[in-house]
């Protein structure tokens, strides 16, 4: 099993759509978990750190299901401006942190 | 909002040629990483940097890579012999031991 692992996509969704993605990881990413936002040929930009207890930004909310090892991102009422990659993120005990591939989202007016 | 600054922001170097990547971490952040992602892959792990050492490295950071914090500002990537497949972007990230990796802006190594 690949240490995290993410659909690619795209995901194509008009604006104001809710879009959901999901990302399971092995015991070799289990210590904190991520979402990054990237955007083409740009730096990963945290977007938000994902708790066990589930946690909300604005139309973000991230879920961590330790229980079956995935972790979750919700993106209600899309906006243009939410295209882009969103890689899903864990650490390791050592402390690095692993990338899943990124899944690819195109929000379409 | 305090930023981890990466020069240059593009090199092209032919292969066989020494690069040194540059990276000024956030100033009171302890730990350092460099990442590299290859056009159409993902974000990849090559070294983490604590105390003056490096404390972990992947399988892709062979004799060809080193890292250095010279002057305690700087951290550096050095690669010694650079390969055609060394093209790819790569990425310094610190962290002050909590959560939330900040990364650099990257640079863009193409190697000819």
């Known amino acids: 099993r690949k240490e995290v692992e993410q659909d690619p996509g795209p995901f194509n969704v008009p604006e104001g759509a809710t879009v959901a993605f999901n990302c399971t990881y092995s015991n070799s990413a289990s210590q904190s978990f991520f979402w990054y936002r990237q955007d083409c040929r740009k730096e990963p930009k945290l977007l938000m750190s994902?708790?066990?207890s589930g946690n909300e930004d604005g139309r973000f909310t991230a879920q961590l299901n330790r229980a079956s090892q995935y972790i979750s991102l919700l993106i209600r009422d899309s906006k243009l401006s939410d295209s882009a990659t969103y890689l899903c993120?864990?650490?390791?005990?050592?402390?690095?942190?692993?990338f899943g591939q990124g899944t690819t989202l195109q929000v379409k007016p | 909002e305090p930023e981890v600054t990466q020069t240059p922001s593009h090199q092209v170097t032919q292969m066989g040629q020494e690069v040194i990547l540059r990276c000024v971490p956030i100033?009171?952040?302890?730990?350092f990483y460099w990442y590299r992602q290859i056009l159409g892959q993902k974000v990849e792990f090559l070294v983490s940097?604590?105390?003056?050492?490096?404390?972990?490295k992947s399988e892709i950071f062979d004799d060809q890579f080193s890292v250095e914090r010279p002057d305690g500002s700087n951290f550096t990537l050095k690669i010694r012999s650079t390969k055609l497949e060394d093209s790819a972007m790569y990425f310094c990230a610190s962290i002050d031991g909590k959560y939330g990796y900040t990364f650099g802006s990257g640079t863009r190594l193409t190697v000819v």
């Open positions: 994902v708790y066990s």
């Open positions: 993120g864990g650490s390791s005990n050592t402390g690095k942190l692993i």
């Open positions: 940097f604590y105390n003056n050492e490096i404390s972990e």
């Open positions: 100033s009171n952040h302890l730990y």
